[in-house]
């Protein structure tokens, strides 16, 4: 197969003349994930750099950006086939990013590829005008042609659910490794029981999947189920891996980590409730709670209503379990002593006769991620159905290469009774330097006891500064992202604490230091970075990295059910929402505390061609280019954007909206195109829009301030 790491130092060349750079053969039969890489030094040069698609498949241009040195302005234009798919013209002074630099980005995904195909990127310059440039091509379609079988049968497992499977599993993946690769073949419809022996001799969590430094492997499930026993076994982590495929698996716990009970008694004096738990559970374990976040959360009855309504008294901590004696099955659970408001709460609100959902005393809740892909590429996750998860749910972050979830879905099989999947988030997507992709996705988003979705990024505080000679700056940072995350040559972008202005400025890493192992509370890393430039970094200033924000993040024809408590999203890095229905779902556009080491301010936030509805909340906090296109919000909830900049409305539908259905404070500037509507009345919408401190902006030259 042909594959081409291409390297491009420094070209100098005459501007009429164009530098064409065609990938070769490779000797290896493996494919690249990487297959171009581009690296242009200042030049005041048009150049071009062309690939010839070795493989059918999807790829994607990411870690793309350009950057005026000097001069006005530049052209990008990416080809396929001789014919224009993409062109960007960036100008110097744009308001692109929320920083005055003039650095640009240009990542997209070409799918649906031939061999043979060729793709070419073209930047032609204005005069006087120098420029420096870097990309990589990657190939997001995992493959496995010519690859040996390895049957878990051959290797012990029964798939009668009750046998344990597990090290059949194991001897099976271990052959594929050793193998160079393979196809892990499991019999379809067969029930594959899985249970962790010796539990207590595992210190932390271990995985059904469990892969690091693996390559070329695809776990064929064929419909077959995966029964985990959720005693410190979870579904799968996948570090430092390419090139694989997890496809056509039910997976499920047994026992699960939850049960529900309805509750029968509130007493907030006495800080505890009473419920009743159905024989389905057996009788549950009691005791005292194993962690401050071990939680219960209140529902109304699924059999009173199809779609019930939200009781909004949230997280209940739990301090401990009693079970009453004359009756086993009758549990007291007590709460913790700062809990008596959300009591009296839940009574007002009614929650004596409904559900209460909380976690088994030993596996429920419990630490770690369900399916982790970590630092890694070409990965995909296909024809999934999770049905519960014990802990966090799918977390892809540090990739540095494609991750794919395609028709992966997190539901309950019994709506009408079991109305839990997981204790905290569905998707925890963090630092991936290409965007991830998900897609036909079905989710009950609802029985999420935290984010369905949260893409997000993290950022560093200053701790020190030094100039050094040539005009080079070391920092020290501490925080919550690693040392590992910034490599020489990545951009850095510097904020004051509040984030409330422009970014200061824009720098590229030369190296790092591991710093001292004593951290500031609330911080999990230390370290020195040297930078190629001065930037007007202060002690208390926040340092961002700029290159693992998830850029070119889609997630397109994915639905959300009605089920359960009301669902939130929180949206904190680039991100393309495409096709989408969501229902009983908030919407969330913030970064966070940024008091506490958190994450930077929201930016590049697409809405279009999608559905949010029933009891849906739009929020938008302190962001920077938010575009809503073809979108219909089906909510008597007002939208709300606060000190958010570029915000862009076209043809969006407010329908069952109050009477001011869009509030625009602190700073918001937002402009209106096309056909917006309101309870399907094309309208004057202006009449429509509260303000304070903002400025709206109608497309027809109408401005309200």
């Not at 990411?62 to 013209?89: C, L, M």
């Not at 709460?335 to 429920?364: C, T």
């Not at 230091?513 to 040297?530: C, W, Y």
């Amino acid at each position: 197969m042909a594959t081409l790491i291409v390297t491009l130092a420094s070209l100098h060349i005459h501007a009429a003349d164009v530098t064409s750079v065609e990938t070769e053969a490779n000797s290896s039969s493996k494919s690249t994930t990487i297959v171009q890489k581009v690296e242009q030094k200042p030049s005041g040069e048009a150049m071009k750099w062309v690939h010839t698609f070795a493989e059918d498949g999807d790829y994607q241009i990411a870690q793309a950006w350009v950057h005026i040195v000097d001069g006005t302005s530049v052209t990008v234009t990416i080809s396929i086939n001789g014919k224009p798919f993409k062109t960007h013209r960036f100008t110097k002074g744009q308001k692109i990013e929320p920083y005055d630099a003039p650095l640009f980005r240009f990542p997209i995904r070409i799918e649906k590829r031939k061999g043979g195909d060729k793709i070419e990127v073209a930047c032609t310059p204005e005069p006087n005008t120098r420029y420096e440039l870097s990309y990589r091509l990657a190939f997001g379609t995992p493959t496995f042609t010519g690859l040996p079988v390895f049957a878990v049968k051959d290797y012990g497992a029964k798939g009668d659910g009750k046998h344990n499977d597990l090290p059949a599993v194991w001897k099976a993946t271990a052959a594929a490794e050793k193998a160079g690769g393979g196809i892990v073949r499991f019999d379809k419809g067969a029930n594959y029981r899985l249970v962790l022996d010796k539990p207590e001799a595992y210190k932390k969590k271990q995985y059904v999947f469990r892969l690091k430094n693996s390559r070329n492997l695809k776990f064929e499930g064929n419909g077959s189920f995966l029964n985990i026993h959720p005693e410190k076994l979870a579904l799968a982590h996948i570090n430092e891996c390419e090139n694989i495929q997890i496809d056509g698996f039910i997976q499920t716990f047994t026992p699960q980590p939850y049960y529900q009970g309805v509750v029968s008694a509130i007493e907030p004096e006495k800080l505890y409730m009473d419920i009743q738990v159905p024989a389905r559970y057996g009788i549950p374990e009691v005791g005292k709670a194993r962690q401050a976040m071990f939680f219960a959360r209140p529902l109304s009855d699924p059999l009173k209503s199809p779609v019930p309504d939200y009781i909004s008294c949230g997280h209940l901590y739990i301090d401990r379990t009693e079970s009453l004696s004359e009756q086993p099955c009758k549990i007291r659970v007590h709460f913790r002593k700062d809990h008596r408001a959300k009591l009296k709460k839940a009574l007002v609100d009614g929650v004596e006769g409904n559900p209460l959902i909380m976690p088994h005393q030993r596996y429920g809740h419990s630490s770690g991620e369900h399916l982790c892909i970590e630092s890694s590429g070409r990965i995909s996750m296909t024809n999934l159905w999770i049905q519960s998860i014990a802990n966090f749910g799918i977390v892809p972050k540090y990739n540095w290469g494609p991750v794919t979830f395609s028709k992966v879905d997190i539901r309950t099989p019994k709506p009408k009774t079991e109305r839990f999947v997981s204790w905290r988030d569905g998707f925890h997507v963090r630092d991936n330097r290409m965007g991830i992709l998900i897609e036909d996705g079905r989710f009950d988003g609802g029985l999420m006891y935290d984010d369905i979705f949260s893409p997000h990024s993290m950022l560093n505080k200053v701790e020190k500064v030094k100039r050094l000679a040539g005009g080079r700056l070391e920092v020290t940072l501490y925080g919550l992202s690693p040392m590992f995350m910034y490599k020489p040559g990545d951009w850095v972008s510097a904020w004051d604490p509040k984030q409330k202005n422009t970014g200061k400025g824009i720098a590229r890493v030369v190296e790092t230091v591991q710093g001292s192992e004593t951290r500031p509370k609330g911080a999990n890393h230390r370290f020195l970075i040297r930078l190629d430039r001065t930037v007007d970094l202060r002690v208390g200033d926040f340092l961002f990295h700029e290159e693992t924000i998830n850029w070119d993040m889609v997630i397109r024809r994915c639905i959300n059910s009605k089920l359960g408590k009301h669902g939130s999203t929180r949206w904190r890095t680039p991100v393309s929402i495409e096709d989408c229905q969501f229902d009983n779902i908030s919407i969330h556009i913030y970064g966070g505390n940024k008091a506490t080491l958190e994450r930077p301010r929201p930016r590049h936030i697409v809405f279009k061609d999608s559905i949010i509805g029933e009891r849906t909340g739009f929020h938008c906090n302190d962001a920077w280019d938010v575009s809503l296109q073809n979108l219909t919000i089906d909510s008597a909830a007002q939208s709300i954007f606060k000190n958010s900049a570029m915000v862009n409305c076209r043809n969006v539908s407010w329908k069952n909206a109050s009477k001011v259905p869009i509030v625009a404070k602190d700073g918001t500037t937002i402009r209106f195109f096309g056909r917006n509507s309101i309870n399907k009345k094309k309208i004057q919408l202006r009449k429509h829009i509260e303000t304070h401190d903002s400025k709206v902006e109608f497309m027809n030259g109408r401005v309200k301030e």
